[in-house]
């Protein structure tokens, strides 16, 4: 069955266009209401959010559907990604919804879902809820009597601080830390800063002074340029990074080099190793993890299992396989001994362990290899697919052939948008550049 609202990672889209209108995320409140609304009990559904000023019209529209549906709906206002899923377990809940679209500016949002028990939603959860979208969230009407309630928690963010810091190991504390955190002016600008410092780390704040337009704007993981700035005028010990809903990581160092997912990854499952607590013999990663990551992990005498993109196939590969370490490469971080997602200040407080632990700089714990040269371009299309065309299929066996042996091609369409992202790496960086060249220009004269 083709999705019409959902994708990887929820629905996300252009606020008031197309299927993200607030008439739209009523419907989805009914129509989610009636799909988790299972047995006698008292239903429950915990709704947060991130600052984008569309929230605010989001959230009603959620709520009075979910009443609409018979369920309780628990407000805690913005808090990361991750604490709405674990709350969701926290408060014995059906559902848990996060509107936000992460690491996109504001113009955009999302709802992500997570069920009872802190995972996100199965496919086939998800097209069970399409399917009442449209065609029958009427059903999920209630008589008068058996209408819902809302009520806003309003120390929701305890729950989260406390349940972040229990992940530290007992007796660490990072007195004499100094780090910049970055808040992306997103879902974390209050629980990450106090974290770090009920912790005892020399905390510096940015990006905490949202205003409902500015979330991720020159700031957070995916711009992390006036982190890197600030760690070297602050003589801070490391940067973190997070993005508008704070499900993903980018560190620095302390000379501002930046830190990515893939060496994140490395040092926690390193770590996690030589401590005896690592599940699974290595880690889950995407087809767009370095090839020097899989080096490392095989000189080591672990693997690195790879999925398709999208942290949701990690997290299903963890849970499959009996892996407690997974993530991607653009910094989402999934410790499933913590948490059911991924987690950006959880993350963090592992690296920040390590380097407390060790005594060495955040340069000589987080440089865990060598990246291969890797070269990812973006090709937008008009309609039709060019990978199904002659010239486009033969540059692409040409370009394996010549990879063949010393390094990868991954090619995959966006789930979001008309673009085919081309990648290549290898030991010859001249020749990574000039079959991604290749493809790019032959997808481009196909389209």
Not at 113 to 118: K, S, V
Not at 258 to 266: C, E, K, L, R, Y
Not at 330 to 343: C, K, N, P, W, Y
Not at 368 to 386: A, H, M, T, W, Y
């Amino acid at each position: 069955m083709s999705r019409k609202y959902f994708g990887t990672d929820g629905m996300r889209g252009e606020v008031n266009q197309g299927f993200m209108t607030p008439d739209v995320a009523m419907k989805v409140g009914l129509a989610a209401g009636r799909v988790f609304r299972r047995g006698d009990h008292v239903h429950r559904v915990v709704i947060g959010k991130d600052t984008r000023r569309s929230g605010y019209m989001y959230e009603p529209a959620m709520v009075a559907g979910f009443i609409a549906a018979g369920m309780d709906v628990i407000t805690v206002g913005p808090m990361p990604t991750p604490a709405i899923a674990m709350l969701v377990k926290s408060f014995r809940a059906d559902l848990g919804v996060m509107i936000s679209a992460s690491h996109n500016p504001h113009h955009d949002n999302g709802l992500k879902f997570f069920g009872p028990d802190g995972y996100k939603l199965s496919d086939e959860t998800e097209l069970a809820i399409e399917a009442k979208i449209d065609n029958g969230f009427h059903e999920a009407l209630v008589p008068s009597e058996k209408l819902g309630k809302a009520l806003h928690f309003e120390d929701a963010r305890g729950r989260y601080v406390e349940s972040a810091k229990a992940t530290v190991p007992h007796g660490v504390t990072f007195d004499g830390l100094k780090v910049v955190v970055d808040c992306a002016h997103g879902a974390a600008y209050k629980v990450a800063p106090m974290v770090l410092w009920e912790l005892g780390a020399d905390v510096v704040s940015i990006g905490v002074a949202p205003n409902g337009f500015n979330i991720n704007k020159d700031c957070g993981s995916t711009h992390p340029e006036a982190m890197c700035k600030r760690v070297v005028t602050e003589g801070a010990d490391l940067g973190i990074a997070l993005d508008g809903d704070a499900d993903r990581l980018i560190l620095c160092d302390e000379n501002g080099t930046i830190v990515d997912g893939d060496q994140i990854m490395a040092l926690i499952t390193r770590n996690w190793h030589k401590r005896g607590v690592l599940k699974g013999g290595g880690l889950v990663s995407t087809v767009m993890s370095n090839l020097g990551l899989e080096r490392l992990l095989e000189a080591d005498g672990l693997k690195l299992e790879r999925t398709k993109v999208g942290d949701r196939y990690v997290v299903e590969r963890m849970r499959k396989n009996g892996f407690n370490v997974g993530g991607e490469q653009s910094g989402h971080i999934v410790l499933s001994d913590f948490a059911t997602t991924g987690d950006g200040l959880i993350a963090a407080l592992q690296v920040m362990t390590e380097i407390k632990q060790s005594g060495q700089k955040a340069s000589e714990v987080c440089r865990q290899f060598e990246p291969v040269p890797q070269l990812l371009k973006n090709v937008r299309f008009k309609g039709g697919d060019p990978l199904a065309t002659d010239g486009v299929k033969a540059s692409i066996a040409s370009a394996e052939q010549e990879l063949n042996g010393s390094g990868r091609l991954v090619i995959r369409k966006s789930g979001t948008e008309p673009v085919i992202r081309v990648m290549a790496e290898g030991d010859d960086e001249a020749m990574v550049n000039r079959v991604v060249d290749q493809i790019c220009a032959e997808i481009e004269a196909s389209a």
